[in-house]
Each structure stands twice: as C-alpha cells, then as structure tokens.
C-alpha cells in the first residue's frame, strides 16, 4: 500500500513539474508573444519570463525587428505608354503585434503583395523622365501610400528604394541622342555667347582706333612683327603714307 502511494505522490508531482515547465515561457527582447486563451486574445506577452496556462493558451510569437523586403521586378506602363521593369527594397517592422496576428492572415505575404501593387499604381500614374529624374518624391509617395494600408494591420513602412529601373533598347538609344543633341545644344550656345562676347570687345576696340588713328598703326606693326618671327614671308606695306606717323610708332613699339 505504502508503494502504491509512493508511486502516486511520484506520478503527481512529475504531473506538476511538467504543467510548471510548460506554463514558463520566455520572450527574447525584440520578441512579444500574443496570447490567446481558449481562441479569444487575452494580451501580449514579453520581453522576458511570463506564464501561461497549460493546455488553455496558445502563443504566436511576433519579431519586432526590421525586415527588408525584396520587392521582384515589376512590369510597369508609365503614364506616356512605355514598358518599364522596376524592382524596389522595403523596410519595414511590426509595431503592434496583436493586430500583426489578428487583423491579417499572413501579414508579411500581404505586405509583399501590397508593396507590388502600390509600386505598379504609383509608377504608372507617371511619365517616363518623372520616374528616371525623381526617385526621391516617388519614394516617398510610395512609402506614404504602403502606411496607409498596412498601418490597420500594426505594420509600420521605414523605407522605400527603386533600385533598378530597365530600359528596353531602343529607349536608351533614344535617351542617348537625346542626351547628345543636348550637349550639341550647350556647346552651340556656348560658341554663340563666345562670339557675342567677342564682337562686342571688337567694337569697342574698333571706337577706340577710330578716336587714336596712331594706336591702330602701333597695333599694325606689332602684328607685322609676329609675322616677321617666322622668317618665311615677304611683307609689303604702304610705308609712304605718313613717314613720320611710322617712325613715331616704330619709336613707341621699341619702347
């Protein structure tokens, strides 16, 4: 009799041992734990040791930290009828657990799903140069918009990157000329601001030779002088025109 009961107090109190290790649980520091008793919430869980009831709750484990999001290449129409493929990263976390697990049956397939549709929506509703030359304010357009259907389901957006944009070929042809019709253009106007510039100072000059007739004889010889450096030609002047007016800028060109 007396083992019967030995045998019995040993059975309950492995019975009570076993219901105290499974009524410990532990939640990592960026982990809750939502509970739910007999199917209905009843709370979350965490950081740290909590206790449940044994065989009358059950736990869903939720990590709050950041994930990244690999959205796949999208075939996108832009606003001007042109066949893009965008691929973008997202980032994002879960800041109310609870909703995370009741609100959506999977909320990191919705939120992958969602992130495709709204990368369509949004680059579609624009041109071709708006997408290429404004990556920034589509970001943000496009993060503002994930906010605003996975904030409902405690999920929470932090970034979003276009990462590569694909071209068909014949589009990057024409971007090419287009580019280099564009630097033709600069480079003309530039040449055309040249010369303005230039005829401008050549009129002023020109006014100031025609008030000193002597300083446009001196700017003569200096020129015939550059001529003579190279020793190969034969100059032929009008030196009889004004003898002395010569001989006065010869003085001044020595000096």
């Not at 492995?14 to 008793?37: G, T």
């Not at 932090?158 to 990462?163: E, F």
């Not at 042809?173 to 055309?192: C, P, S, T, V, Y």
């Amino acid at each position: 009799m007396a083992i019967i009961e030995m045998v019995i107090s040993l059975v309950c109190l492995a019975i009570l041992v076993a219901l105290a290790i499974l009524s410990v649980k532990v939640a990592r520091q960026y982990e809750r734990a939502v509970v739910f008793r007999l199917g209905k919430l009843s709370g979350l869980k965490g950081p740290g040791i909590f206790g449940i009831v044994p065989f009358v709750d059950r736990i869903v484990r939720v990590d709050l930290r950041t994930r990244q999001l690999d959205v796949p290449k999208q075939t996108i129409v832009t606003r001007d009828n042109i066949s893009v493929d965008v691929d973008a990263i997202i980032y994002y976390h879960v800041t109310d657990a609870s909703r995370a697990i009741v609100e959506v049956e999977d909320y990191e397939g919705a939120t992958a799903l969602i992130a495709q549709t709204t990368l369509r929506d949004v680059l579609g509703q624009n041109e071709l140069d708006t997408i290429l030359s404004k990556r920034e304010s589509l970001n943000q357009e496009i993060q503002a918009a994930l906010k605003l259907v996975t904030e409902p389901w405690g999920i929470s957006v932090d970034i979003v990157t276009i990462r590569d944009i694909s071209l068909p070929e014949n589009m990057l042809r024409a971007i090419a000329r287009q580019a280099e019709a564009e630097r033709e253009k600069r480079a003309r106007i530039i040449l055309a601001d040249g010369e303005q510039q230039a005829s401008e100072r050549m009129c002023e000059a020109a006014r100031l030779y025609e008030k000193t007739p002597t300083a446009l004889k001196l700017r003569e010889y200096q020129t015939l002088t550059e001529i003579a450096k190279e020793r190969n030609l034969i100059v032929v002047t009008n030196g009889a025109e004004n003898l002395g007016t010569t001989v006065g800028c010869v003085k001044a060109l020595d000096r």
